[in-house]
T-cell receptor, first 112, second 115 residues
Framework: DADVTQTPRNRITKTGKRIMLECSQTKGHDRMYWYRQDPGLGLQLIYY???????NKGEISDGYSVSRQAQAKFSLSLESAIPNQTALYFC???????????FGPGTRLTVL | AQSVSQHNHHVILSEAASLELGCNYS??????LFWYVQYPGQHLQLLLKYFSGDPLVKGIKGFEAEFIKSKFSFNLRKPSVQWSDTAEYFCAVNAGGGSQGNLIFGKGTKLSVKP
């Protein structure tokens, strides 16, 4: 969905490096999410935010942190990247009413 | 904890065959239900959704799904698949309905359609 953008789209980095993935949305939604996708595992929730002052851990938050800079921006950081964080990362947004989520195009991250 | 099960990991069909992908969830209360599709190299897109009302919902591209509350199921169907339906399909459940909770996703079913 063009209303949710992610940068970068692809990133190759080395073990131990700090990486930031960025997400922006123009849908006006309060709720934003970060997921990782691994083959055969579906989507796993890393962090979510229901508004600018609300940040919550998901099922696999270890090794990750987030920042909600504004309603429209939600960044995911890997403080010290490790190879098993190699995955496809998706940002998503939803409104307040029914949790229908809209996904960004994804960031393919490779940690060597 | 709530969970979503998709029974088939990989389904291979020929064009014009009928499709049914299973989805079961473990939550006894109100739910919102979704099917998302991910075409190769792309992000997830909404295929269809159920919030309330008619348990048979129609989505884009000829897909439909039936909510059977007694079976905790929300199976996806299409009468005649096309090669362009090759994709991965994810079932998702919002336990509690409305704005409560988060979406729980199944592990996905990969559909390959042979021309």
């Amino acid at each position: 969905d063009a209303d949710v953008t992610q940068t970068p789209r692809n990133r190759i980095t080395k073990t131990g490096k700090r990486i930031m993935l960025e997400c922006s949305q123009t849908k006006g939604h309060d709720r934003m999410y970060w997921y990782r996708q691994d083959p055969g595992l579906g989507l796993q929730l890393i962090y979510y935010s229901f508004d600018v002052k609300d940040i919550n851990k998901g099922e696999i938050s270890d090794g990750y942190s987030v920042s909600r800079q504004a309603q429209a921006k939600f960044s995911l950081s890997l403080e010290s990247a490790i190879p098993n964080q190699t995955a496809l990362y998706f940002c998503a947004t939803s409104d307040l009413w029914n949790n229908e989520q809209f996904f960004g195009p994804g960031t393919r991250l490779t940690v060597l | 904890a709530q969970s979503v099960s998709q029974h088939n990991h990989h389904v291979i069909l020929s064009e014009a065959a009928s499709l049914e992908l299973g989805c079961n969830y473990s939550y006894g209360g109100t739910v919102n239900l979704f099917w998302y599709v991910q075409y190769p190299g792309q992000h997830l897109q909404l295929l269809l959704k159920y919030f309330s009302g008619d348990p048979l919902v129609k989505g884009i591209k000829g897909f439909e799904a039936e909510f059977i509350k007694s079976k905790f199921s929300f199976n996806l169907r299409k009468p005649s698949v096309q090669w362009s339906d090759t994709a991965e399909y994810f079932c998702a459940v919002n336990a509690g309905g409305g704005s409560q909770g988060n979406l729980i996703f199944g592990k996905g079913t990969k559909l390959s359609v042979k021309p």
